[in-house]
Each structure stands twice: as structure tokens, then as C-alpha cells.
């Protein structure tokens, strides 16, 4: 007996998940097995498919404490990077596919977008505050390149003097720099960039299609040479697998211009967990268990605790030392500073057309 929903390896070849667990909201579950022919089966190939979402808002709200912002937008539903360690896999339950392979390869975009956004903006009761963007999927994955939701966005966004806050992985973003670095000019612009690590094999298969390392630090000096402020963000860190860079990831984020770095234990909510354990047992069998060992030592003997306060954080001996760390090596970079807040009081709502003229 497979796991649950399994498809075979050979057709998720550049996928993250290895499999689709079942999704938890279904009353069926569903099983491959051997029905005992020893035939070679030849299965296609896992491709990419796009739904079109009528969405009727756009921008969310949140009140997490453990979060700085508390309204997003995800242009993308779903994520074709493919990163295992995704902590919004679980949320591709609700629309009725799978946190596994399904969250890489079904995914649904909003083409409405940014007409929502300049809707919401132009109602008398908006008050501004920053807007995070890449906080659930990341809005500069493959599928930016042909659809450009984000980039309709971001033309909304600087036409209004909003505030915004992105976190990306993709170097997509660099396209787009002739809209960004006028608002960080304003001071409404803020860019994370997450660098897990500096090694392209790990990465391949941590994020199979997210860009390699030296290209994701190349696309933070053409962020900072552009007066772009970006944050390096290690995250997640991973224990006994790239726990040991995070020096490393400081000091090469700083020689290519960031000015700020932030840093988050791994956490494994939901189907996250079985997924992750899996994909340890096919691509470091070597050190797995003391890989997830680690992990539940940070989590409080489980695979993850959703405890506000302590998901991101971790707790024990280890986590401690793991700040520590982290902290000393921000503060020998300069990158412990304290990014000032975006600015609100530039928010205009922009003339469009049929407005009538103000009369002198």
C-alpha cells in the first residue's frame, strides 16, 4: 500500500510534494495500490493548470499578533515554486484540492485584481495602512511572468501613494523596478527577499522552481542600487539541514546591499508535517530523524505547536541559541537595524475619468 493519493515520483519530477495527501475537508479518502499486473505504466507528466477566480474583494485582513501588518493581498492562489516547507499549503484545503501536489500545479489567479484594489481605495471609509503582498504565495512565482496581476497592482498602488510591503522569492521582481523604486523614494515601499540558503543543490530540492540563490542575491543589489530598501529574510530555518548558513546568509544579503535581515524557525502546520517527512525520507534519509527530532524539540514535542508567540519562534535551549546567533550576526553586519515605518499621510485617491474638474 502507497500513501494516500500518492502519484508516482517519476511524474512529479521538479515538484516539491511528493504526493497528494487527502484533503481534509473530503469524506473520501483515496489510495493507490498495487493491482498486482507487472506492467510498466506510463504516466504523464504533472503540468501546470490555471483557473480564473471571479474574486469580489481583494484585500484581507489579519490579527495575528505575530504579525506587523494587518491587510495582504494574495494575486495567486496556489504556488508553483513548490517550496515543501510552505506554511500556506494547508489553506489549498479549502478550495477543495490538495496542500500536496495539487497546491504546485492547480493553482487559481484573480484577474480582477487590481480593479478591486482601486475600488477598495476609492471608498470614502478606506483608511490607509500598508498593504503586505507575497505574505501567503508569492506573487513574483512563474505565473507572473505571462499573467502580470501583480504588476496591475503595483500601477494601482503607486498611482494612490499606498503603502506597501512585498516578500518575495522570485527575481521576477526586478521587472518591475521602474514602479518600485519611485514609491521607496516616497517612502512607501519595503521589499523582503528570503534566502533559505546558499546552496543550489538544497535548494533545488527545498524550492525546486524558485531562483537559485546567487540569482535571488543579485536581485537584491539591483533592488538596494535602485534606492530599494530590502530585507534579507533566512526563513524558514531549517535544523541540521541550514541551521549552519545563517551567518553566511547574513554576510552575503549585506555584501549585496540589504539593509535589514529577520530570521524564522521552520514550523510545519497541518498536512505541512507528513509532507515534510516524506520528502526527508526520499532526499535525506541520512539525517531525518534528527532532523524532525529538532524540530519537535522546538515545538514542544510535536511536530508543531500554533501557539501565538511560539510558531515562528520556537522554544528551548536550541531556539535560544539559534537567536542568539542570529542576532549577534545581524548586529556585526549592521543588519539589526529597526526599518522606519512606511508613510500613510501621502495617500491620495487619484482623479479619474468623468470626475469633474475643480473650479478655480
Known amino acids: 500500500m502507497h500513501k494516500p493519493n500518492q502519484t508516482k515520483q517519476a511524474t512529479a519530477r521538479g515538484r516539491g510534494a511528493g504526493y497528494n495527501p487527502d484533503i481534509r475537508f473530503d469524506r473520501v479518502s483515496r489510495a493507490s495500490f498495487d493491482d498486482g499486473w507487472d506492467m510498466v505504466e506510463d504516466l504523464p507528466v504533472l503540468r501546470t493548470q490555471v483557473r480564473e477566480e471571479s474574486a469580489k474583494t481583494i484585500i484581507s485582513t489579519n490579527r495575528s499578533p505575530d504579525l506587523s501588518f494587518d491587510q495582504s493581498i494574495n494575486p495567486y492562489r496556489g504556488c508553483e515554486h513548490g517550496c515543501i516547507y510552505c506554511f500556506a499549503r494547508p489553506s489549498h484545503a479549502f478550495l477543495g484540492l490538495s496542500p500536496g501536489l495539487d497546491f504546485e500545479t492547480q493553482l487559481t489567479v484573480k484577474p480582477n485584481a487590481a480593479m478591486l484594489l482601486e475600488k477598495a481605495l476609492r ?91 546567487a540569482a535571488r542575491l543579485r536581485v537584491i ?94 522554544q528551548g535551549v536550541w531556539a535560544e541559541l539559534q537567536h542568539q546567533r542570529f542576532k549577534q550576526a545581524s548586529a556585526r553586519y549592521g543588519l539589526d537595524r529597526r526599518l522606519p515605518p512606511l508613510r500613510t499621510d501621502l495617500f491620495a485617491v487619484p482623479p479619474q475619468a468623468g470626475d469633474q474638474m475643480a473650479l478655480f
Open 221 to 314: 543589489r539591483a533592488l538596494s542600487d535602485a534606492g530599494i530598501p530590502v530585507r534579507v529574510m533566512i526563513s524558514p530555518v531549517i535544523p541540521a539541514l541550514t541551521d549552519h548558513e545563517v551567518e553566511a546568509i547574513v554576510a552575503a544579503a549585506k555584501d549585496a546591499g540589504a539593509v535589514a535581515a529577520s530570521s524564522i524557525l521552520l514550523r510545519l502546520p497541518r498536512e505541512v508535517a507528513p509532507l515534510f517527512r516524506d520528502w526527508l525520507a526520499t532526499h535525506y534519509p541520512d539525517r531525518a530523524a534528527r532532523i524532525m527530532n529538532r524540530v519537535r524539540e522546538l515545538h514542544g514535542g510535536k511536530d508543531y505547536d500554533p501557539t501565538f508567540g511560539k510558531r515562528m519562534t520556537g
Open 123 to 213: 471608498n470614502p471609509r478606506y483608511t490607509p495602512k500598508t498593504i503586505a503582498i507575497g505574505t501567503n504565495t508569492d506573487p513574483y512565482q512563474p505565473i507572473e511572468k505571462t499573467r502580470e496581476i501583480m504588476r496591475e497592482i503595483l500601477g494601482v498602488l503607486s498611482d494612490f501613494n499606498h503603502p506597501l510591503a512585498i516578500v518575495t522569492k522570485g527575481t521576477l521582481i526586478g521587472r518591475d523596478i521602474d514602479l518600485l523604486a519611485p514609491m521607496a523614494a516616497k517612502g512607501l515601499l519595503r521589499v523582503g527577499i528570503s534566502v533559505t540558503t546558499l546552496d543550489p543543490e538544497v535548494s533545488r530540492k527545498l524550492e525546486p522552481r524558485v531562483p537559485n540563490p
